[in-house]
Protein backbone atom coordinates (compact mmCIF):
# COMPACT_ATOMS: atom_id res chain seq x y z
CA UNK A 1 0.00 0.00 0.00
CA UNK A 2 1.63 3.39 -1.17
CA UNK A 3 1.33 5.72 2.46
CA UNK A 4 1.59 9.14 2.82
CA UNK A 5 2.75 10.69 6.09
CA UNK A 6 1.50 14.63 5.77
CA UNK A 7 2.72 16.29 8.83
CA UNK A 8 3.00 19.82 10.26
CA UNK A 9 5.59 19.94 13.40
CA UNK A 10 6.65 23.24 14.38
CA UNK A 11 8.78 21.85 17.47
CA UNK A 12 9.92 18.79 15.58
CA UNK A 13 7.89 16.69 18.31
CA UNK A 14 5.09 15.66 15.47
CA UNK A 15 7.63 14.97 13.04
CA UNK A 16 9.50 12.51 15.58
CA UNK A 17 6.58 10.53 15.82
CA UNK A 18 5.66 10.32 12.22
CA UNK A 19 9.14 9.30 11.49
CA UNK A 20 8.96 6.29 13.80
CA UNK A 21 5.53 5.85 12.39
CA UNK A 22 7.03 5.60 8.84
CA UNK A 23 10.05 3.17 9.79
CA UNK A 24 6.93 0.71 11.18
CA UNK A 25 4.80 1.37 8.20
CA UNK A 26 7.97 0.40 5.84
CA UNK A 27 9.08 -2.38 7.98
CA UNK A 28 5.43 -3.81 7.83
CA UNK A 29 5.69 -3.68 3.51
CA UNK A 30 4.54 -0.53 2.49
CA UNK A 31 5.73 2.23 0.70
CA UNK A 32 5.68 5.29 2.83
CA UNK A 33 6.61 8.89 2.04
CA UNK A 34 6.77 11.09 5.10
CA UNK A 35 6.09 14.81 3.61
CA UNK A 36 6.23 18.40 5.44
CA UNK A 37 3.58 21.09 5.34
CA UNK A 38 5.97 24.27 5.32
CA UNK A 39 5.33 28.02 6.31
CA UNK A 40 6.28 30.99 4.87
CA UNK A 41 7.36 32.97 8.23
CA UNK A 42 7.01 32.34 11.21
CA UNK A 43 3.61 31.30 12.91
CA UNK A 44 2.32 33.49 15.25
CA UNK A 45 0.34 31.86 19.02
CA UNK A 46 -2.74 33.09 18.34
CA UNK A 47 -2.97 32.95 14.72
CA UNK A 48 -6.27 31.64 12.59
CA UNK A 49 -4.33 31.25 9.36
CA UNK A 50 -0.82 30.25 8.16
CA UNK A 51 0.58 31.14 4.44
CA UNK A 52 1.78 27.87 3.29
CA UNK A 53 5.17 27.53 1.50
CA UNK A 54 4.67 23.50 1.00
CA UNK A 55 1.42 21.37 0.12
CA UNK A 56 2.02 17.75 -0.22
CA UNK A 57 0.27 16.25 -2.86
CA UNK A 58 -2.12 13.05 -2.25
CA UNK A 59 -3.58 11.83 -5.38
CA UNK A 60 -1.43 9.36 -5.56
CA UNK A 61 -1.89 7.66 -2.15
CA UNK A 62 -3.60 4.76 -1.24
CA UNK A 63 -4.15 5.77 2.52
CA UNK A 64 -2.97 9.19 4.56
CA UNK A 65 -1.85 10.03 7.84
CA UNK A 66 -2.18 13.46 9.34
CA UNK A 67 -0.29 14.47 11.85
CA UNK A 68 -0.27 17.94 14.04
CA UNK A 69 0.47 19.81 16.74
CA UNK A 70 -2.39 21.09 19.31
CA UNK A 71 -2.53 24.54 19.39
CA UNK A 72 -5.49 25.90 21.82
CA UNK A 73 -7.54 22.85 21.98
CA UNK A 74 -7.16 23.02 17.94
CA UNK A 75 -4.48 21.63 15.05
CA UNK A 76 -2.32 23.83 14.75
CA UNK A 77 -3.31 26.74 11.93
CA UNK A 78 -0.91 25.67 8.72
CA UNK A 79 -2.81 22.32 9.09
CA UNK A 80 -5.95 23.13 9.14
CA UNK A 81 -5.19 25.58 6.29
CA UNK A 82 -3.86 22.56 4.19
CA UNK A 83 -7.14 20.14 5.23
CA UNK A 84 -8.98 22.77 4.23
CA UNK A 85 -7.48 23.03 1.12
CA UNK A 86 -7.80 19.83 -0.23
CA UNK A 87 -10.29 19.34 -2.63
CA UNK A 88 -10.90 15.70 -1.95
CA UNK A 89 -10.06 13.04 -0.11
CA UNK A 90 -12.35 10.43 -2.05
CA UNK A 91 -11.81 7.39 -1.37
CA UNK A 92 -9.12 7.26 0.78
CA UNK A 93 -8.43 5.62 4.21
CA UNK A 94 -7.03 8.49 6.73
CA UNK A 95 -5.70 8.19 10.33
CA UNK A 96 -4.74 11.09 12.61
CA UNK A 97 -2.02 11.61 15.03
CA UNK A 98 -1.53 14.58 17.15
CA UNK A 99 0.66 15.90 19.83
CA UNK A 100 0.21 18.04 22.51
CA UNK A 101 1.98 19.30 25.63
CA UNK A 102 -1.48 18.98 27.84
CA UNK A 103 -3.55 15.48 28.89
CA UNK A 104 -5.84 14.17 26.27
CA UNK A 105 -9.01 15.48 27.21
CA UNK A 106 -7.07 19.56 27.46
CA UNK A 107 -6.76 19.76 23.83
CA UNK A 108 -5.65 16.41 22.02
CA UNK A 109 -9.44 14.49 22.12
CA UNK A 110 -10.79 17.75 20.56
CA UNK A 111 -8.04 18.19 18.08
CA UNK A 112 -8.42 14.90 17.00
CA UNK A 113 -12.04 15.39 16.65
CA UNK A 114 -11.47 18.59 14.47
CA UNK A 115 -9.31 16.89 11.95
CA UNK A 116 -11.77 13.97 11.66
CA UNK A 117 -14.93 16.37 11.13
CA UNK A 118 -12.54 17.75 7.89
CA UNK A 119 -11.15 15.09 6.49
CA UNK A 120 -14.83 13.15 6.06
CA UNK A 121 -16.59 16.45 5.00
CA UNK A 122 -13.85 15.53 2.00
CA UNK A 123 -14.91 12.42 1.32
CA UNK A 124 -12.39 9.96 3.63
CA UNK A 125 -12.71 6.96 5.56
CA UNK A 126 -11.04 7.47 8.59
CA UNK A 127 -10.00 4.56 10.44
CA UNK A 128 -7.92 5.72 13.71
CA UNK A 129 -6.26 7.84 15.23
CA UNK A 130 -3.26 8.51 18.17
CA UNK A 131 -2.20 11.40 20.38
CA UNK A 132 0.94 11.21 22.17
CA UNK A 133 1.57 13.80 25.30
CA UNK A 134 4.64 15.58 24.82
CA UNK A 135 5.17 15.77 28.87
CA UNK A 136 3.81 12.87 30.23
CA UNK A 137 6.08 10.51 32.20
CA UNK A 138 5.08 7.83 30.04
CA UNK A 139 5.48 9.41 26.86
CA UNK A 140 7.92 6.63 25.39
CA UNK A 141 5.32 4.36 26.33
CA UNK A 142 2.90 6.71 24.18
CA UNK A 143 4.71 6.75 21.73
CA UNK A 144 5.17 3.37 21.20
CA UNK A 145 1.71 2.50 21.47
CA UNK A 146 0.65 5.29 19.10
CA UNK A 147 2.68 3.81 16.28
CA UNK A 148 2.10 0.01 16.82
CA UNK A 149 -1.83 1.17 16.67
CA UNK A 150 -1.53 3.41 13.88
CA UNK A 151 0.79 1.16 11.64
CA UNK A 152 -1.53 -1.94 12.22
CA UNK A 153 -4.68 0.00 10.28
CA UNK A 154 -2.45 -0.58 7.22
Not at 68 to 82: E, F, N
Request: aromatic letters at 6%; hydrophobic letters at 45%.
Amino acid sequence: MDIGIVVYSQTGHTLSVAAKLQEALSTAGHKVNLERIEVAGPVRLRAVNALLKTRPEIDAYDALVFGSPVQGGTPAPPMMDYLEQIASLQWKTVACLVTGVFPAGWGRNQTIAQMRVVCESKGATVCGSGSVGWLSLGRRRQIAEVVDSLSRLF
